[in-house]
């Protein structure tokens, strides 16, 4: 499979910006991701997570900046940057009305492939994704996660280095996630890079690294961990004395009307609220305790779920 390029760079970008007209949808994006790792972008919509990926994947030329595969620009060595990267776009398009071994084989013919030089890893690739048994169904019934392991085989037929994959998991069911997964891991340790962006913090913190994006900017960037204990702010856990969905909601409104909230977010029945510092925290507290019984209260490790939010909160 790929070559080992551990401690080399995989993907670089230096001040790679993207405007379409007025909107800037890419701006000034440093990004190092490390040859052999799994690094995640996670955004919000309209982030700019595709049009980053898409730059990257060379499909689209960036307006400034410069970005690199493998040491590679995709602007001057565009050719070979493809032949190098597996790009899987967010709607990536199979052809329904061919079998799952016919769309292999259209890919295979996109990239001039010699029949010699694919069938036996196609047979490979079949059997690690799961869908050897089903070669000869056409596309169009497949099931969302096998059609998202068939783009997933499609894109690997050139034995590329690199992997660019947009959302790869999106309106997956979770038994089809985690098989993804672990095909994602399973290339991993066969030495490929994987760039994707997801938008289920779960699978944010599945990756070795995360760059977190909002408004064509990298907020942040690091191990799941290193994000979790860099946050400035602190996150108050707060759960009420059987609530009501209704109270969950009544409380997450109390706790944004207090002025040292900086964010709020339900996750199932516990409030998290991002606080400047652990006193602030009290103020939020007396609001919904005024309306609604608190059971618990306390200052929690982060979630990844709350370093995105905190990352989209306004600063103090
Ligand atoms: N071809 C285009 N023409 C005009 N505007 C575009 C185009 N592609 C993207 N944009 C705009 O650029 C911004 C970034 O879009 P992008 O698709 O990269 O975000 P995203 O993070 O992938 O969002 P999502 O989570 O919805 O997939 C958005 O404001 C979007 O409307
Ligand atoms: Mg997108």
Partial sequence: MAASLEGSSGVRTRGLTRRFGHVLAVDHLDLDVAAGEIFGLVGPDGAGKTTTLRMIAGVIAPTEGAAEVL?????????RVRRRVGYVAQRFALYGDLTVAENIRFFAD?????????????????AFSGLTEFQGRLADNLSGGMRQKLALSCALIHRPQVLVLDEPTAGVDPVSRRDLWRILYRLQADGYTILLSTAYM????????????????????????????????????ISLVEPSAADLRLARDLALQTPVARGAQLFG?????????????????????????????????PTLEDVFLAARAPSP
């Fill in 71 to 79: 040491g590679l620009d995709v602007v001057r060595d565009g050719n």
């Fill in 110 to 126: 996109v990239y001039g492939l010699a029949r010699g030089e694919w069938t036996a890893w196609a047979a490979d690739i079949l």
């Fill in 202 to 237: 779960d699978e944010a913190e599945r990756c070795h690294r995360v760059g977190l994006l909002a408004g064509g900017r990298l907020v942040s960037a690091g191990t799941p961990d290193e994000l979790r204990m860099g946050l400035p702010q602190t996150i108050l856990e």
């Fill in 269 to 301: 029945d516990r409030l998290h609220v991002i606080v400047t510092s652990p006193p602030d925290g009290e103020a939020v507290i007396r609001a919904i305790s005024a309306r609604l019984r608190v059971n618990q209260a306390a200052p929690i490790t």
